[in-house]
């Protein structure tokens, strides 16, 4: 029965929970949303949770944090099975899964060298690609195609 579960995480009153992340890519979820830089309130990560659904699972809670709707693209980018749950006084007010949208601008860096983002000023466009559950990103500019693991998520 859920109300004989231990305490696990903090509970919060006002902010997110993301909920569903791919087990040991928290720490990741953190970073591109710069919580880990410029954040003041409680953090809660917790890490290799049991899932029915997905066998493991990480969760992170966040006070007082609203998500843009690029920070949302990042995280579907780490996590695209993940659920944002949005909490007010300590009630779910709205849930969310996250969807990769079809193109993804200023989110992610070109990993080729050559690629004209890297030497002029102008906002990056990728092009999400899925080939059996793998995720690769196509670049507009040089059309290369890389691993999600091989880009940067800006």
């Not at 579907?76 to 006084?89: D, L």
């Not at 009630?91 to 004209?116: F, R, Y």
Request: glycine letters at 4%.
């Amino acid at each position: 029965m859920a109300e004989d579960r231990p305490y696990k995480l903090y509970k919060i009153v006002n902010g997110i929970v993301i909920d569903h992340i791919p087990r040991f890519q928290a720490l990741k979820v953190i970073r591109v949303l710069g919580v880990d830089k410029d954040h003041d309130s409680i953090v809660s990560i917790g890490t290799n949770f049991s899932s029915g659904k997905m066998g493991n699972k990480d969760v992170i809670k966040i006070e007082n944090k609203q998500l843009t709707d690029d920070e949302l693209n990042k995280i579907s980018i780490i996590a695209p099975t993940a659920t944002i749950n949005w909490i007010e006084k300590e009630t779910l007010v709205k849930k969310h899964k996250v969807e990769l949208p079809s193109i993804l601008k200023g989110i992610v860096k070109c990993a080729n060298p050559n690629c004209i983002t890297r030497h002029e000023d102008m906002k990056t466009i990728f092009y999400p690609i899925r080939d059996n559950d793998v995720l690769r990103l196509r670049c507009h500019y040089c059309e290369r195609t890389f691993d999600k693991e091989d880009v940067e998520i800006i």
